[in-house]
């Protein structure tokens, strides 16, 4: 299994922070669907104030830019970013990899 971190910036904006939590809490079917398609095994996001920390967890032949760029193709997924880029701080324009920033593991 590979892991992966990310992190995001959301809108300093109360509403649109509870928002951001409410839609996590009812991700649509096809999106976890197609996380699972390309690999992605488990995904976990948590937040601190306006951080938003993602941890993803592969299988073990799981290739970032391929996969990521894979997994944007898929049914659903367009509208799904579009959906959630309202509530995160980032050019709603952006891909998710442009918005989410990959982190390097130190310990």
């Given amino acids: ?43 976990q996001l ?13 299988i073990d032949d799981f290739d970032w830019e391929k996969d990521m760029a894979r997994l944007a193709t898929l049914p659903r997924q367009a509208e799904w970013e579009a959906y959630v880029a309202q509530c995160q701080g980032a050019d709603p324009n952006l891909p998710s990899t442009g918005k989410w920033h990959l982190m390097e593991k130190i310990f």
Avoid: S
């Fill in 46 to 58: 948590y937040r601190y104030e306006t951080h938003v920390f993602m941890i993803c967890d592969t």
């Fill in 1 to 43: 299994m590979k892991r992966y971190c990310q992190t995001l910036e959301l809108v300093n904006d109360p509403e649109l922070i509870e928002k951001y939590c409410e839609i996590h809490a009812h991700v649509w079917p096809e999106i976890v669907a197609g996380q699972r398609e390309v690999g992605i095994l488990d995904m």
